[in-house]
């Protein structure tokens, strides 16, 4: 029995409409976008999305309120259509040796199934061709989570890579996939299905997941707050997001997503690094694998060659507690240097009150720095490139 089947009569979108937010408001856009579109398109129409083109996807940017869905995740819960990621399963008898070579973090730190983690998969220059999740499935296959944008170059990197080895590469376009995420989430969801899968999360630990019948759940999320992303076939999709919805679970699109990742000092592939930046640069050192030395992961020798000679450029936060909103691709003004740096994501942080930001910043910089906003030079704090983690402000 799949994990939605158990207990509950499905719910029409009409049904699911009393349970909506205060203020919610009703936004529609014209079908002139036409890319490709989740099995769940349809629901963020009926509930009011604004429709966008996010790397060739038909996605919700909001549903009335970026802001109030941003507080909703943070405060309570929230929940968002993943379906444009790629997911990806490696199977075959070569699948852990092949994994050890195109990523740079080493798989064999997965000990056991629904164990994952986190890596770039890198060119031969040290260059991030994406970021992503690799998951250690049963009997020795993995699952790789890229993203939607990178596709087409992901899948064509890894058949390259795969040459000559015994290995399987499976896209997987029969899944959908919702992110559950707040500190109500873990309980919202397990009261919305089955037994067994109210237990399996249960036992989650934080970036794992596990097998129930068809569906697989992780405790994985791009918000820094605790939650799930489900994987689970598309046509059942729908049933379950308006299932969600009916228990009180509002939609949060991509808008809020962007404020909630950036609040967490979470990488945005093509923002905050691409293939002409390394993890040494982009604050992903933590995900390279340098032991046991002889394992020769692609993009390896390059990225030895730049430690040895120390990395000119590192990512850091930046803060403005005055007026203003800090913008990707802003001048950053090092004193001292006559190098710039960059900003890289930038915002207006719900959760803090005042705008924040990612920025690459010669590496010789100090607690303090200056933005060019409009003509003017204004002063910022440099951070860890961290500012929210469950719902609090992590910085000095």
Same mark, same amino acid.
């Given at each position: 029995?799949?994990?939605?089947?158990?207990?509950?009569?499905?719910?029409?979108?009409?049904?699911?409409?009393?349970?909506?937010?205060?203020?919610?408001?009703?936004?529609?856009?014209?079908?002139?976008?036409?890319?490709?579109?989740?099995?769940?398109?349809?629901?963020?129409?009926?509930?009011?999305?604004?429709?966008?083109?996010?790397?060739?996807?038909?996605?919700?940017?909001?549903?009335?309120?970026?802001?109030?869905?941003? =507080?909703? +995740?943070?405060?309570?819960?929230?929940?968002?259509?993943?379906?444009?990621?790629?997911?990806?399963?490696?199977?075959?008898?070569?699948?852990?040796?092949?994994?050890?070579?195109?990523?740079?973090?080493?798989?064999?730190?997965?000990?056991?199934?629904?164990?994952?983690?986190?890596?770039?998969? /890198?060119?031969?220059?040290?260059?991030?061709?994406?970021?992503?999740?690799?998951?250690?499935?049963?009997?020795? *296959?993995?699952?790789?989570?890229?993203?939607?944008?990178?596709?087409?170059?992901? /899948?064509?990197?890894?058949?390259?890579?795969?040459?000559?080895?015994?290995?399987?590469?499976?896209?997987?376009?029969?899944?959908?996939?919702?992110?559950?995420?707040? #500190?109500?989430?873990?309980?919202?969801?397990?009261?919305?299905?089955?037994?067994?899968?109210?237990?399996?999360?249960? =036992?989650?630990?934080?970036?794992?997941?596990?097998?129930?019948?068809?569906?697989?759940?992780?405790?994985?999320?791009?918000?820094?707050?605790?939650?799930?992303?489900?994987?689970?076939?598309?046509?059942?999709?729908?049933?379950?997001?308006?299932? @969600?919805?009916?228990?009180?679970?509002?939609?949060?699109?991509?808008?809020?997503?962007?404020?909630?990742?950036?609040?967490?000092?979470? *990488?945005?592939?093509?923002?905050?690094?691409?293939?002409?930046?390394?993890? @040494?640069?982009?604050?992903?050192?933590?995900?390279?694998?340098?032991?046991?030395?002889?394992?020769? $992961?692609? &993009?390896?020798?390059?990225?030895?060659?730049?430690? /040895?000679?120390?990395?000119?450029?590192?990512?850091? &936060?930046?803060?403005?507690?005055?007026?203003?909103?800090?913008?990707?691709?802003?001048?950053?003004?090092?004193?001292?240097?006559?190098?710039?740096?960059?900003?890289?994501?930038?915002?207006?942080? #719900?959760? @803090?009150?005042?705008?924040?930001?990612?920025?690459?910043?010669?590496?010789?910089?100090?607690?303090?720095?200056? +933005?060019?906003?409009? &003509?003017?030079?204004? #002063?910022?704090?440099?951070?860890?490139?961290? $500012?929210?983690?469950? &719902?609090?402000?992590?910085?000095?």
């Amino acid at each position: 029995m799949a994990a939605w089947q158990s207990g509950f009569t499905p719910v029409s979108t009409a049904t699911a409409r009393q349970f909506k937010m205060p203020g919610l408001i009703q936004v529609h856009t014209s079908e002139s976008t036409m890319g490709n579109r989740t099995p769940l398109y349809q629901a963020h129409r009926d509930l009011g999305a604004r429709i966008i083109d996010f790397g060739g996807w038909d996605m919700p940017l909001h549903y009335g309120s970026q802001i109030e869905e941003h =507080h909703r +995740v943070r405060q309570h819960c929230g929940m968002f259509d993943v379906s444009h990621m790629t997911v990806v399963d490696i199977t075959g008898t070569g699948a852990r040796q092949y994994l050890r070579i195109l990523l740079a973090n080493d798989v064999d730190k997965l000990k056991s199934a629904g164990k994952a983690l986190y890596s770039a998969m /890198l060119n031969h220059e040290g260059g991030v061709i994406d970021d992503l999740i690799a998951y250690a499935m049963q009997d020795g *296959n993995y699952r790789l989570v890229v993203n939607c944008a990178t596709r087409d170059k992901d /899948l064509a990197w890894m058949w390259q890579q795969a040459a000559g080895q015994d290995v399987k590469i499976v896209e997987r376009p029969d899944l959908a996939m919702i992110a559950i995420q707040g #500190p109500e989430a873990v309980a919202r969801v397990k009261s919305l299905v089955c037994d067994q899968a109210a237990t399996a999360i249960d =036992h989650l630990a934080a970036f794992s997941g596990v097998e129930v019948g068809r569906w697989f759940i992780a405790r994985t999320g791009y918000t820094g707050e605790d939650g799930v992303e489900i994987m689970l076939p598309g046509e059942q999709a729908a049933e379950f997001w308006m299932r @969600l919805y009916a228990g009180g679970v509002m939609p949060a699109g991509l808008a809020a997503r962007d404020t909630l990742r950036l609040e967490a000092g979470m *990488n945005l592939y093509g923002n905050d690094m691409d293939e002409t930046v390394s993890p @040494l640069e982009a604050n992903m050192a933590w995900t390279l694998a340098w032991e046991p030395t002889n394992r020769q $992961f692609v &993009g390896r020798e390059a990225l030895e060659q730049q430690r /040895l000679a120390g990395s000119g450029e590192r990512l850091v &936060g930046l803060v403005l507690e005055g007026k203003g909103v800090l913008r990707a691709h802003q001048t950053v003004i090092v004193p001292g240097t006559a190098q710039t740096g960059e900003i890289t994501s930038g915002t207006f942080s #719900p959760t @803090l009150g005042h705008a924040i930001a990612l920025a690459r910043v010669p590496a010789e910089t100090g607690d303090s720095c200056l +933005v060019e906003m409009r &003509g003017k030079r204004v #002063p910022v704090r440099v951070v860890k490139p961290c $500012f929210v983690r469950k &719902g609090k402000k992590v910085f000095n």
